[in-house]
């Protein structure tokens, strides 16, 4: 006779085959943003103009997804408000700044900065007492802010002096993200679904970078087929594919499981600077990633129990 259960398990593991997937598809894939950006930056491309094209291409994917999904966005003044704030300190603001740094800092290097956001937004979430102080979660951010430190102390950890600058500056993308974790929870209006929410983000941003980049003198027509072209289209293509992926995902299995994307994109993130780029890195960027790594899995850790016990907030 059979056990109890023994028939759902086997619906159980299919039913987590696709999330599982999902997660590490978009965890080896999404750090090709930073690789794909510094290629358009190296040949030349402005970067306020090359962020303008890359989030046109993925409004418009976006936008394709939504009419499928029948979840168009909406532009009423309450959507138009967190479209604008949301898109400017979420995508415009970061990005931009990443794209400014493309050329500066190691790809790998990057993505290494980025995965922070996760610890950010909890400090902020605690600040606007949106969630509270868990022990495990303080000694997760305490942990990766040893690995800032391994990385940016050490004169020998980056490849040269004056990286420490720029890297520095470039924790203000992780920041940024963060931030906008909180406003959006703030901001986002109730009945908005997460597909339309998206869509209407990245078109709205897409106008306003449309107008800094003339402001900045930094319009820029894509010219044919050439790196520029490839690596706008491909940015959007990568872009787009994880808001679906990441959208799939929480619906699935919920946003605790997600988090595991963080610890393949600093790995992939690496992988893929060695490839575009033949990057390496110092034992001390190396140990910054397992502090980092390390981190995030107690941050993690920290978020599954809360979400058995009923705790967890939206933020999470």
Do not use: C
């Not at 974790?181 to 449309?210: D, E, F, K, Y």
């Not at 594919?241 to 699935?252: D, K, N, P, Q, T």
């Amino acid at each position: 006779m059979p056990e109890p259960g023994a028939a759902a398990m086997p619906a159980r593991r299919a039913s987590m085959a696709l999330p599982a997937f999902l997660v590490v598809a978009t965890g080896v894939i999404y750090p090709l943003v930073f690789s794909f950006t510094k290629i358009a930056t190296d040949a030349g491309t402005p970067p306020l103009g090359f962020v303008f094209w890359q989030l046109t291409f993925a409004g418009i994917a976006l936008g394709v997804v939504a009419a499928l999904r029948r979840e168009l966005p909406r532009f009423s003044g309450a959507h138009l408000r967190s479209y604008v704030v949301i898109g400017i300190v979420g995508i415009a603001g970061p990005i931009s700044l990443l794209a400014f740094l493309s050329n500066k800092l190691p790809a790998g290097l990057v993505t290494l900065v980025v995965v922070l956001s996760p610890l950010f937004t909890y400090l902020f979430a605690i600040a606007f007492k949106l969630d509270r102080p868990r022990a495990l979660s303080i000694a997760g951010i305490a942990v990766g802010f040893g690995g800032v430190l391994l990385m940016t102390v050490p004169e020998v950890s980056l490849p040269t002096p004056e990286t420490v600058g720029w890297l520095l500056l470039a924790f203000l993308a992780p920041v940024s993200f963060a931030m906008t974790n909180v406003t959006a929870s703030l901001l986002r209006p109730p009945a908005a679904s997460s597909v339309a929410m998206a869509t209407g983000m990245v078109m709205v941003t897409a106008v306003i970078m449309a107008v800094v980049s003339l402001v900045a003198g930094q319009a820029y027509a894509l010219p044919g087929p050439g790196p520029a072209l490839w690596a706008a289209l491909a940015t959007a293509a990568v872009n787009a594919a994880f808001y679906v992926s990441f959208f799939e995902i929480v619906r699935m299995v919920g946003p605790v499981f997600f988090a595991q994307f963080n610890y393949l994109v600093v790995l992939a993130g690496f992988g893929w600077g060695a490839v575009f780029f033949g990057e390496s890195h110092s034992a001390y960027v190396w140990g910054a990633a397992a502090l980092t790594l390390i981190g995030l899995a107690l941050h993690t850790l920290s978020l599954s129990r809360a979400a058995r016990s009923g705790e967890m907030n939206a933020l999470s």
